[in-house]
């Protein structure tokens, strides 16, 4: 990966990390609201187990984006961590926080690993 695309990809991921942390600010707290009538709690508990799920999405979104960055830095980005192969330009350009190759991503999904790929248009 030359110099000038690594820039590129350290804009973009810097963009994504923005709005990532701007939205897990703006949500604030998960408030816990009391009510007396029973089929609000249920709608309310189920609001409440959404926005949850969000979070954690975004914060392990946040994870992978700081991630990559942090490879920009070391000089190991673009690099699957685990087979050392290049990850293909195709998938780096559609999941600019990839860690793995498509082939070891595959291999982990298969091994039921959680990995966040919501984005990837294969999957989407
Ligand atoms: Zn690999």
């Known amino acids: 990966m030359t110099n000038v695309e690594r820039r590129k990809f350290k804009g ?3 963009a994504k990390e ?3 942390s701007g939205s897990l600010c703006n949500r604030g707290e998960i408030v816990i ?3 007396p009538d029973a089929i609000d709690a249920v ?3 189920g609001e409440r187990e959404f926005a949850i ?3 954690d999405r975004d914060s392990s979104m946040l994870r992978q984006i700081r991630g990559a960055l942090a490879r920009i830095e070391d000089g ?3 690099v699957c961590q685990r087979c050392e192969e290049d990850i293909s330009p195709k998938r780096i ?3 600019p926080w990839a860690r793995l190759c498509i082939e ?3 291999e982990m999904d298969r091994r039921k690993t959680p990995a966040y790929d919501a984005a990837d248009p294969i999957t989407a």
Do not use: I, W
Request: include cysteine; glycine fraction near 4%; aromatic fraction near 4%.
């Open 12 to 14: 973009l991921l810097e």
């Open 104 to 106: 070891c991503q595959e």
């Open 93 to 95: 350009h559609a999941l």
């Open 43 to 45: 709608q309310m508990a």
């Open 18 to 20: 923005a709005l990532v």
């Open 53 to 55: 799920r969000n979070l």
């Open 33 to 35: 609201q009391q009510t």
């Open 76 to 78: 190991t980005y673009g």
